[in-house]
């Protein structure tokens, strides 16, 4: 069994999780907290981020879409039927677009922003960045948060998938990043119908299940976080 060291606020590490249960893998998690750059850690990824992927042979391999290339390249090439890149060159570039939309820009914008100040300054020591929530930096994250779900509304109203008729990596991506804003409370479905549509059909399937399980210390999730109809 492959092991991932993983954060389950952290976009990226959604977007892996839930790219290997599309092919029916289980991995084996380590929760790491990346604010305390634990030696062993820094060993295996010496910029200290995540996620990384200990894959045969105990390789790291360091980062979300570096590791979803090595799942096309060990699954997906052998498993076309279940592939979560297009076999199309454009179509595939528009794949690699959407996922760095979500795991970067609304990452940037958004995401990482919120979990920051509600979900892990909490646990942070002063030395470590810690302390009361910046309520500045909130409500930028929250005003950033509207044209990514209009972004999202219009994709999900004008496409079966998001980046075109079949599943694909770019569900993940934009699945992971928005169940995070979703677990915090941080979304009203109901302004963004076509988007909701969408995931709740992504939501529904056996890779998410895991996932609606997710819970981190000190911070519950939304009421309706596991609920598959919300």
Same mark, same amino acid.
């Given at each position: 069994?492959?092991?991932?060291?993983?954060?389950?606020? /952290?976009?990226?590490?959604? $977007?892996?999780? =839930?790219? $290997?249960?599309?092919?029916?893998?289980?991995?084996?998690?380590?929760?790491?907290?990346?604010?305390?750059?634990?030696?062993?850690? =820094?060993?295996?990824?010496?910029?200290?981020? =995540?996620?990384?992927?200990?894959?045969?042979?105990? %390789?790291?391999?360091?980062?979300?879409?570096?590791?979803?290339?090595?799942?096309?390249?060990?699954?997906?090439?052998?498993?076309?039927?279940?592939?979560?890149?297009?076999?199309?060159?454009?179509?595939?570039?528009?794949?690699?677009?959407?996922?760095?939309?979500?795991?970067?820009?609304?990452?940037?914008?958004? %995401?990482?922003?919120?979990?920051?100040?509600?979900?892990?300054?909490?646990?942070?020591?002063?030395?470590?960045?810690?302390?009361?929530?910046?309520?500045?930096?909130?409500?930028?994250?929250?005003?950033?948060?509207?044209?990514?779900?209009?972004?999202?509304?219009?994709?999900?109203? %004008?496409?079966?998938?998001?980046?075109?008729?079949?599943?694909?990596?770019?569900?993940?991506?934009?699945?992971?990043?928005?169940?995070? /804003?979703?677990?915090?409370?941080?979304?009203?479905?109901?302004?963004?119908?076509?988007?909701?549509?969408?995931?709740?059909?992504?939501?529904?399937?056996?890779?998410?299940?895991?996932?609606?399980?997710?819970?981190?210390?000190?911070?519950?999730?939304?009421?309706?976080?596991?609920?598959?109809?919300?």
């Amino acid at each position: 069994m492959l092991t991932l060291f993983h954060h389950p606020l /952290l976009a990226s590490c959604r $977007f892996v999780r =839930l790219s $290997f249960g599309e092919f029916g893998e289980e991995l084996a998690l380590i929760e790491e907290k990346p604010w305390m750059r634990r030696k062993e850690f =820094l060993a295996l990824n010496p910029a200290g981020s =995540l996620p990384v992927l200990l894959a045969e042979g105990d %390789t790291p391999i360091v980062g979300a879409s570096v590791i979803a290339e090595y799942i096309d390249e060990t699954r997906g090439a052998l498993k076309r039927d279940k592939r979560l890149f297009a076999e199309d060159p454009f179509l595939r570039a528009e794949v690699r677009r959407l996922v760095e939309w979500y795991l970067g820009k609304t990452d940037s914008e958004v %995401t990482r922003h919120l979990v920051r100040e509600r979900a892990f300054k909490p646990m942070m020591s002063s030395m470590q960045g810690g302390g009361s929530p910046d309520s500045a930096a909130i409500r930028v994250a929250r005003g950033n948060l509207k044209p990514h779900l209009k972004y999202t509304n219009w994709l999900a109203g %004008t496409r079966h998938w998001l980046a075109g008729s079949k599943l694909s990596y770019a569900d993940l991506a934009a699945a992971a990043a928005l169940s995070v /804003l979703d677990y915090l409370g941080e979304i009203e479905w109901r302004d963004y119908p076509e988007a909701r549509e969408w995931y709740v059909r992504i939501k529904s399937r056996p890779s998410f299940r895991p996932l609606l399980s997710d819970r981190t210390a000190g911070l519950s999730p939304v009421s309706h976080y596991a609920d598959l109809d919300f």
